[in-house]
């Protein structure tokens, strides 16, 4: 059975925000141990006029992009429907978003670890984490397919790549220079055929850059 001319009109209505230029989309923040880690933190919106009743982001499709085929390759297949963790929810796989409304979402995060540098991974930020941990991502480009849905609002599918230059660039007590080698497109209804521009360089290439703009 079809929705009534009301329930059409005021039934939730779900999409996935990101811009770089949301202070709250990219948040650096320290962690246990005194170490720093970036989260990338796309929107989930209720643009209806209704609340969108336990609404859920699954992971539906993970690839790498493949510099020597240069094209995207599907990996990963035992991280699919995997559920990601809302920003400072823990514990709460679902929530309710009120109409006209927005939550943030913990996508991935890169914890700072100096000894890594040169091969620093990103962590998709899932509920529960896979045994063989394949949710830590090696530096590179990837693009992945996501799922939002609720109880009552139908699923809307979204694509968002990202990269990541390997190393943390700067030594700065509030590790904000990191931004200089992430980059991530918005989120789009239809798959991006090309990895986030500038495409990542060689390891020694951004420690090099690292070390010289620090002075060290």
Known sequence: MGLGLREWVFRPRLR????????SDQVVMGILGGGLAAYVRPGIANEGR???NRVRVSLLE?????????????VRPEMDAGTFIWSNRPGEPALDIPPKSERPLDFFAIIR???????MPMELRLGVRPANRSDRLPPGSWRTKIEVSADNAPPQTAYLS????????GVEPDGSRIWEAVAITAPTPEAP?????????????MIADALERDGT
């Open 16 to 23: 996935v925000r990101f811009s770089a230029s949301r202070i």
């Open 50 to 52: 209704a609340a969108a």
């Open 62 to 74: 993970l690839e790498q992009w493949d510099r020597e085929n240069e094209g995207w390759r599907r």
């Open 113 to 119: 670890d100096l000894q890594e540098q040169g091969d």
């Open 162 to 169: 990202f990269r990541f230059d390997r190393a943390w660039p």
């Open 193 to 205: 055929v090309s990895p986030p521009i500038p495409l990542i360089r060689r390891p020694e290439e």
